[in-house]
């Protein structure tokens, strides 16, 4: 697998008016976290998007390097948390936490969704309840997504993150029953049919209706 890197550089002036300008220039505000420690750095924004595509995940290790900075051969990092502007939904900040060789990490993986149900087929209707799961594995077992066949799922099936297929030497830390996707059976809604009482109610109204007339 080849391997992806990210342009970092230190940054030694903070606060508010220092992001806004700092993102006026084409970089995104992050922190590099480690173990209680933290770093203040800045990331381009067109080097970001380069390396995610335009979809964030967790579940990407890449290399850091530094363009201040010797001496940083070998660290490694990946997203832990990102903030959106809200009405633009451009991001403003990054949270990038590093990771130590031989550690255990806790992140989240995407799960993909493949195949068309055969409940679906059918006539059913599927929803897919949760997109990602939490795990815990070393740097080097991340997978950065698991698949969910959906063909064979019928009406009334349903997947859960403990039936998801992991490596054995990824555990799952979400819970084992969370509803990953679901197929249920499309309700008919039909017109009750009026009883003999209500039919018989419903003559005598007419009746005296006309009788008025």
């Given at each position: 697998?080849?391997?992806?890197?990210?342009?970092?550089?230190?940054?030694?002036?903070?606060?508010?008016?220092?992001?806004?300008?700092?993102?006026?220039?084409?970089?995104?505000?992050?922190?590099?976290?480690?173990?209680?420690?933290?770093?203040?750095?800045?990331?381009?924004q067109?080097?970001?998007?380069?390396l995610?595509?335009?979809?964030?995940?967790?579940?990407?290790?890449?290399?850091?390097?530094?363009?201040?900075?010797?001496?940083?051969e070998?660290?490694?990092?990946f997203?832990?948390?990102?903030?959106?502007?809200?009405?633009?939904?451009?991001?403003?900040?990054?949270?990038?936490?590093?990771?130590?060789?031989?550690?255990?990490?806790?992140?989240?993986?995407?799960?993909?969704?493949?195949?068309?149900?055969?409940?679906?087929?059918?006539?059913?209707?599927?929803?897919?309840?949760?997109?990602?799961?939490?795990?815990?594995?070393?740097?080097?077992?991340?997978?950065?997504?698991?698949?969910?066949?959906?063909?064979?799922?019928?009406?009334?099936?349903?997947?859960?993150?403990?039936?998801?297929?992991?490596?054995?030497?990824?555990?799952?830390?979400?819970?084992?029953?969370?509803?990953?996707?679901?197929?249920?059976?499309?309700?008919?809604?039909?017109?009750?049919?009026?009883?003999?009482?209500?039919?018989?109610?419903?003559?005598?109204?007419?009746?005296?209706?006309?009788?008025?007339?």
């Amino acid at each position: 697998m080849e391997r992806r890197h990210l342009n970092v550089e230190i940054r030694t002036e903070r606060g508010k008016n220092e992001n806004v300008r700092l993102r006026q220039s084409g970089y995104i505000p992050a922190i590099l976290y480690s173990h209680g420690e933290s770093e203040s750095i800045k990331v381009a924004q067109k080097d970001f998007f380069t390396l995610f595509k335009g979809r964030v995940s967790e579940s990407v290790i890449f290399d850091i390097i530094y363009k201040d900075k010797s001496g940083t051969e070998g660290l490694q990092a990946f997203v832990k948390d990102y903030q959106k502007n809200p009405i633009t939904d451009e991001i403003i900040h990054l949270d990038l936490f590093k990771v130590t060789k031989g550690e255990r990490i806790h992140t989240h993986i995407p799960v993909e969704i493949v195949g068309h149900s055969a409940g679906v087929k059918r006539g059913g209707t599927m929803e897919i309840y949760n997109r990602e799961i939490e795990i815990e594995c070393l740097p080097k077992d991340l997978p950065e997504k698991v698949s969910v066949d959906v063909t064979e799922m019928l009406e009334g099936d349903t997947v859960h993150a403990k039936d998801i297929v992991l490596g054995d030497d990824v555990k799952l830390l979400s819970s084992p029953d969370l509803v990953i996707v679901a197929v249920h059976a499309t309700r008919v809604t039909t017109e009750a049919e009026p009883s003999e009482g209500e039919e018989a109610a419903e003559g005598a109204e007419g009746a005296a209706t006309e009788a008025e007339e």
